[in-house]
């Protein structure tokens, strides 16, 4: 895809895109645009509305936003337009950016146009979208200078739709190895540095909890390191650290599960959102050192596999009575922020997993449930969410809660036994690791990793969580 800036449609030829703020169905004004006048009893700019009409040899699309788009919904009409109305580009397409329009806008504007390039059929033989074609031409009309905001969205795009791919190939392409090789051919790529450790070195790592989990799977489990310092470093560097589960299929192991195993693959929803946004930050070259860890397992069942009952022995030196398989990833996640504060020790500390679904529960589909110990984290990442649609609420961690992790026979176990408050205990299990580190934030995303909407029949992923720790970093 070519991306170029025009002054004038006089020499263009092709599909023209023209956002409009709506107005009102008797507006004595009409939409105006290259010498066309549209009668706002036709078109006004409703949100989710279009008109289509030709001019000579130019195909003129106009798009209702609405009044006051927020960036989400901005993204979703651009994504719907690029993903639903393909046939109408051709070789060449204009996208008109008005001059009412923040940076922000441009932004989530031309984000969706790319997001829309994606499509669930993987492995059906079909035609390439037209904006992947090498000699397709992206013109962009406009008097203000996008041009950083517009890189930048091209960037966001690119990452989210490596992380979609992630989570929606299935579990028998997305194994343990394959993130592993994936992390280590975008350090090369992107300019970060990758360190695997296969199984026996995470054996010797004494990672107890991460091995005990992958032990049942043919699929070796690959604990990824990546560290990323941008080329020009201010002088007071701030140091991130993230962690994401990457269970790349979930039977619930010997605990295994009775529904909706078919949607496992999605397991790994949290990991691929940390990949991903090592791809962005590294891409984006924010002033901000950041070390990511995803512990990558497939939970099988075999006669290999971890008992309920069992105690296993945990990276950072305590032992965790098993009481349920299916409470896997906290176990890897216990293990990658021990191995992370140990040996980093970053400022802050995010960790991100599909981990409960008693945050389904709580929240539905609308947001991610955050846990944190600390106020300022709790505000931004709030604040971050919430400007650009990937919203989080908080849940808390009172101490009351501590005796759903208590065990008689070792230092914690690793599930409540209780059907109430779940997403809660195993963030407390969460924060038994993490030492009384005074910045972590723990975000449970099973309710909205990977669901449902317009743009396939299925579930599929959504790659909440690249933008969302991307653009917390960025602002710190």
């Known amino acids: 895809m070519i991306t170029t800036k025009i002054d004038s449609l006089e020499n263009f030829s092709g599909t023209i895109l023209i956002p409009v703020f709506e107005t009102t169905e008797k507006?004595?004004?009409?939409?105006?645009?290259?010498?066309?006048?549209?009668?706002?009893?036709?078109f006004y700019g409703k949100k989710?509305?279009?008109?289509?009409?030709?001019?000579g040899e130019n195909l003129y699309l106009f798009i209702g936003i609405g009044k006051n788009p927020d960036y989400k919904s901005l993204k979703t009409i651009f994504r719907r337009i690029s993903f639903k109305e393909k046939k109408l580009f051709n070789k060449k397409l204009c996208l008109f950016l008005p001059e009412e329009f923040a940076s922000e806008q441009a932004e989530a504007a031309m984000s969706g146009l790319l997001l829309g390039t994606y499509d669930l059929g993987h492995y059906k033989e079909q035609e390439k979208h037209p904006f992947l074609k090498a000699d397709f031409e992206l013109n962009i009309l406009a008097v203000q200078d996008y041009s950083v905001w517009l890189s930048k969205a091209i960037k966001i795009a690119r990452a989210q739709l490596e992380t979609l791919s992630l989570v929606d190939l299935p579990p028998n392409?997305?194994?343990?190895?394959?993130?592993?090789?994936?992390a280590q051919d975008k350090g090369i790529q992107y300019g970060f540095d990758v360190k695997v450790l296969g199984l026996e070195d995470a054996k010797k790592e004494y990672l107890g909890a991460f091995v005990a989990v992958g032990r049942g799977s043919d699929n070796e489990a690959q604990f990824v390191i990546m560290n990323y310092t941008p080329k020009i470093a201010p002088a007071s560097l701030k140091h991130v650290g993230l962690v994401g589960k990457g269970i790349t299929f979930d039977t619930g192991g010997l605990n295994i599960k009775t529904s909706g195993m078919v949607h496992m693959k999605c397991d790994m929803a949290g990991g691929a959102a940390v990949f991903g946004a090592m791809q962005l930050i590294a891409d984006l070259q924010l002033p901000v050192r950041v070390t990511a860890i995803v512990p990558c397992a497939e939970n099988a069942v075999d006669n290999k596999s971890f008992l309920p009952s069992e105690v296993i022995h945990s990276y950072s030196g305590n032992s965790i009575e098993i009481i349920d398989t299916d409470a896997e990833g906290r176990l890897i996640l216990a293990d990658g922020l021990s191995y992370l504060i140990k040996n980093y020790k970053p400022?802050?500390?995010?960790?991100i997993a599909t981990l409960t679904g008693s945050s389904v529960g709580t929240f539905g589909y609308e947001c991610g449930a955050l846990f944190t110990n600390n106020e300022f984290i709790s505000k931004k990442i709030q604040e971050t969410g919430?400007?650009?649609?990937?919203?989080?609420?908080?849940?808390?961690?009172w101490d009351a809660y501590k005796d759903d992790i208590e065990s008689d026979i070792a230092d914690v176990k690793n599930f409540s036994g209780k059907p109430v408050a779940g997403a809660i205990s195993a963030?407390?299990?969460?924060?038994?690791?993490?030492?009384?580190?005074?910045?972590?934030?723990?975000?449970?995303?099973?309710?909205?990793?990977?669901?449902?909407?317009?743009?396939?029949?299925?579930?599929?992923?959504?790659?909440?969580?690249?933008?969302l720790l991307t653009k917390f970093i960025e602002n710190l």
Request: proline share 7%; net charge negative.
């Open 27 to 42: 507006n004595l004004i009409p939409v105006k645009f290259d010498d066309l006048e549209i009668p706002s009893s036709v």
């Open 48 to 55: 989710d509305s279009t008109y289509l009409t030709q001019k």
């Open 173 to 182: 392409k997305v194994t343990p190895k394959y993130l592993a090789l994936w």
């Open 347 to 351: 400022e802050y500390i995010i960790d």
């Open 386 to 397: 919430t400007s650009i649609g990937e919203r989080l609420w908080p849940l808390p961690l």
């Open 427 to 467: 963030a407390k299990f969460l924060e038994f690791f993490t030492k009384e580190h005074p910045a972590w934030a723990h975000l449970d995303i099973a309710g909205v990793a990977f669901g449902d909407d317009e743009f396939a029949k299925s579930k599929h992923a959504t790659a909440y969580g690249v933008h």
